[in-house]
């Protein structure tokens, strides 16, 4: 039996580990740190004692590729969401508050209803979208609509913001549109939004890691792959240091699901995205009120989103560049005080944390995505898998797992030839 080893343990190389184990091949993972889940994980934190994620993250009921992965593992059951798809917003400088609430159907009858919209905007505002999505390829989103309005504040900015981690201006219009159109052009039955009540780990990793195991695929924490050896077409040898060489035998192959800025130097000449959005997430350690929605956006604020968990809530900040440089203790004021203003609680700032990723995503400028390689490589037992490779979405949990559900068909197609 051959052996595919699967170098990253993030969810792109989960994915791909999951659908290989599946079918009766000989798995092992490697992973550099100690932990699994790459950007997707759990820790327990001091400061706020509770286990908090490393990242706000959001599904929606439309991610085919996560939910069926969720399912897989026996994940699912830990997303949660509001029964019916709707997105509460509250503008910190008027004060107003709205439900975005889309129809189940693909007919969009939902901007008809005025309550069902944001306040201030009108249908045929609505329909500035559709020239985005036929914008030609390497087009920045301001080409492509009009980046200005109560429409676009209130609506197309904090969720194009959201997908892409970078000003929407001057994003990708083909990015966008691809989000456009697996979500609201298909109706709000897709729009639903979930988040992992218990932490991303106990929900998407854990038993991710479990399922492997139970599969007789074996996970190696702390196995840093430090280089790959190439003979001819073919990769020969994994590098781990300190005498730990693993050699490829003639059917064994390679996923590589790990960062963009390590593939590069792991495989030659390879092109990746080389420009990066950081992601700013701020957690209290604070009761909810009763009746606070799930997750809330944020219009004319610093905070972008509020999720709220059991003794938590937690706020998510994307293309955040212009926050890291920020002391800590100023940022987390600050946030709390809109924290506050939102949920409407009078106490004084609580136990906090502040997650910062300098790195969170790569830009989803069209110059980057033009970067993005596609799974194949030079080498024929050489396979890529991560959010940053071409998947056609910009860098999220769906992307993520689409590229290892592909890199492993691309394997299995190699093992058949």
């Known amino acids: 039996m051959r052996t595919v080893h699967v170098i990253g343990a993030g969810l792109a190389g989960l994915a791909a580990a999951l659908r290989l184990s599946a079918t009766g091949e000989k798995v092992v993972v490697h992973e550099a740190t100690a932990q699994a889940g790459g950007r997707c994980r759990s820790y327990y934190d001091h400061a706020v004692g509770m286990v908090i994620d490393n990242g706000n993250h959001l599904l929606l009921s439309g991610n085919h590729a996560a939910l069926a992965f969720a399912r897989e593992i026996g994940g699912e059951q830990g997303l949660r969401g509001p029964e019916e798809t709707e997105f509460p917003f509250v503008d910190l400088a008027s004060g107003l508050r709205w439900r975005l609430r889309p129809n189940a159907g693909r007919l969009g009858w939902w901007v008809l209803c005025r309550g069902r919209r944001a306040p201030g905007t009108s249908v045929l505002d609505h329909l500035a979208i559709m020239r985005l999505l036929w914008a030609r ?5 301001a ?11 209130r609506l197309w900015r904090p969720i194009l913001l959201a997908a892409l981690n970078t000003d929407p201006a001057e994003g990708d219009a083909a990015l966008a549109a691809a989000v456009i159109r697996e979500t609201l052009m298909v109706g709000g039955q897709a729009c639903r939004p979930l988040i992992a009540r218990d932490g991303l780990s106990a929900t998407l990793v854990d038993p991710a890691i479990r399922t492997l195991e139970a599969r007789g695929a074996a996970v190696a924490f702390e196995h840093n792959l430090h280089c790959l050896h190439f003979d001819g077409r073919r990769v020969r040898r994994l590098d781990f240091g300190r005498d730990d060489v693993v ?24 092109q990746v995205p080389d420009v990066f959005r950081a992601i700013v997430n701020g957690h209290f350690a604070i009761e909810p009120p009763p009746d606070f929605p799930p997750i809330i956006g944020v219009i004319n604020g610093t905070v ?33 005080r809109e924290v506050a203003a939102v949920a409407g609680i ?17 830009a989803a400028l069209p110059e980057q995505n033009a970067k993005r390689p596609g799974a194949r490589t030079n080498w024929e037992n050489l ?35």
């Open 346 to 362: 009078a106490e004084k700032l609580p136990p906090w944390q502040i997650v910062r990723e300098r790195r969170a995503t790569f």
């Open 383 to 417: 396979v890529l898998a991560g959010d940053w490779t071409a998947t056609g979405l910009p860098a999220t949990i769906e992307g993520a797992i689409r590229s290892g559900n592909r890199a492993a068909e691309l394997v299995s197609r190699f093992r058949s030839s």
């Open 304 to 336: 972008e989103w509020i999720f709220a968990f059991p003794g938590r809530l937690s706020v998510t900040i994307s293309g955040a560049d212009r926050l890291i440089a920020m002391p800590r203790e100023e940022l987390a004021d600050k946030l709390w």
């Open 247 to 270: 050699d490829l035998a003639r059917g064994d192959a390679v996923v590589l699901a790990v960062p963009p800025y390590i593939a590069e130097a792991l495989v030659p000449d390879l």
């Open 143 to 153: 080409a492509a609509m009009a980046c200005k309005g109560i429409t676009y504040e």
């Open 137 to 141: 390829a390497g087009t920045p989103i």
